[in-house]
């Protein structure tokens, strides 16, 4: 599986070497030695090293007036999750709460990292990797919940009336197990699958260097699944869909060197499709959706 990330990232680079061009910034009006002198999102400033480079303006060439500003881009997330599912998620033994179907884990500290290249047209490459893990103790048995989340995606950035927007499309491998129980046993669900990930990435200066930040994630997901509530079931040709939202406030400050270091902090809710029935004569098993959802807080440099 590791080999399909490989040769599609190897793919997307190759794409977007080719030269392909993002629309929205044009060449005219701008002079490299005294800058724009225009209205950017972020206020009013020449291009040349002031809030004016940040790929939202009405008639600048950034990489004209700013010098390239093609290379690595990256940053660390650390998520603050909380498990929750449809069955419930909060149970606790020693309390007496046994009529959920997971223990409660309450929210959990892991990262997310990426990092890419972006060109000077706005097109970009990057991967992301994110784990999130939990393990309680639930009516004598560690109940573990694993998320594992690999992406490579293909990025473009454009200006939208003033609103720094990033499109995302790539590809997603994913891998989710749980074990939770009806009636005090062991009943694990595993997931594993590839797919198609879209979604956007949105950004709007509100005050000096601080902006509001979103964005909304899409996959789906196809592979197999296996639920062993009773015997050993493996369902062939299954999928899940992933469904990600974000919304929070960041703070931003252009460098010298043609991108921006960033810190933002966002309210982060994901939601895993994990709903599976299996029909036994006396004794139907499901399991319904599950979610993290939480906190998540950023440090980044982009261009």
Known sequence: MKAIFSTAAALLLLASAA???????????????NGCDISYSSGLSDCCGGSGCDGCSDCCDISACCGSRAGIVGGVDLTLFKFYARQGAGGDSNAGNVDDYFPEYGYLGHGRYWIGYELDSGWGIRGRMFRWQGTESYLGIDREQEFEIYDIESTVDMCVMGWDLTGIGGIRWGSIELNGTDFGGIDPYRFEGVGMTVGVDFRRGVWGNLAVVGGVRYSVLYGETEFTPVSNSVLDNTFMDITEVRLGVEWSRETRLGGRVFASAVWEQQVYGTETYLPFAIDPETLGDVSLAGPVFSVGFDR
């Open 19 to 33: 030269g392909l061009r993002a629309e929205g910034i044009s060449t005219g009006g701008c002079d490299a030695g």
